[in-house]
């Protein structure tokens, strides 16, 4: 069975600090993998995927998140965070053929301080 | 292109009750699944619907149905509410197999 793991609840960071979010996945085949970010109130919205290929993959809101299958992880980074990145960051693994269900792990709940 | 669209946003039922939540994909998605976000038990999916045919499906009661219509919009209806049932409910669409999901910002049910 697919299962994803978060083991940062909660993250606390300073404005300007660099950002690392852990994910660990158990996928038994070539994992397709996502970060979602989700502000309060409002749904999931994709920051960046992972399908095949380069395993450090770029997204949107200067993230990037590497791939890495010896440590079945794929963590996200981000150099330097902004007030505005505060919200929740969930990892995802699934969505490929024949397995359209995303399986998420519990979520990063991340707050910034100036 | 529009995002996904749900309908509505905040929805307030009793027990007992039944509900059916609404879901407009993306123009030219064909995949539609819908998953339940609860404090307790986080993200859990439902059900998956591609070319209106439930292809997926998650470990909830029969209680819990979708249906997808031949434009791609989706319905979801949650048959005798129960309190446990209060949640968020997302929908998110993608092209179909092998392509990123696109969430909509969820329906708010709230059972009394």
């Known amino acids: 069975a697919q299962s994803v793991t978060q083991p940062d609840i909660h993250i606390t960071v300073s404005e300007g600090a660099s950002l690392e979010l852990r994910c660990n996945y158990s996928y038994g085949a070539t994992p397709y993998l996502f970060w979602y970010v989700q502000s309060p109130g409002q749904g999931l919205q994709l920051l960046l995927k992972?399908?095949?290929?380069?395993?450090l993959v770029q997204g949107i809101k200067g993230f990037e998140a590497e791939f890495k299958r010896s440590q079945s992880s794929f963590n996200l980074r981000k150099p330097s965070v902004h007030w505005s990145d505060a919200a929740e960051y969930f990892c995802a693994v699934g969505g490929n053929f024949g397995n359209e269900k995303l399986t998420f792990g519990t979520g990063t709940r991340l707050t910034i301080i100036p | 292109k529009a995002g996904v669209t749900q309908t509505p946003r905040y929805l307030i039922k009793t027990r007992g009750q039944q509900v059916t939540l609404s879901c407009s994909p993306i123009?030219?998605?064909?995949?539609v699944s819908w998953y339940q976000q609860t404090p307790g038990q986080g993200l859990q999916f439902l059900f998956e619907y591609f070319s209106e045919t439930q292809r997926n499906k998650g470990n909830f009661p029969g209680r819990f149905s979708g249906r997808q219509f031949s434009n791609s919009r989706s319905e979801m209806n949650v048959s005798t509410l129960e309190l446990g049932d209060s949640a968020l409910y997302l929908c998110?669409?993608?092209?179909?197999?092998?392509?990123?999901?696109?969430f909509g910002d969820g329906t708010r049910l709230s059972i009394l």
């Open positions: 992972y399908f095949s290929g380069d395993t």
């Open positions: 998110a669409s993608s092209e179909g197999p092998g392509q990123p999901q696109h």
């Open positions: 123009s030219g998605h064909r995949s």
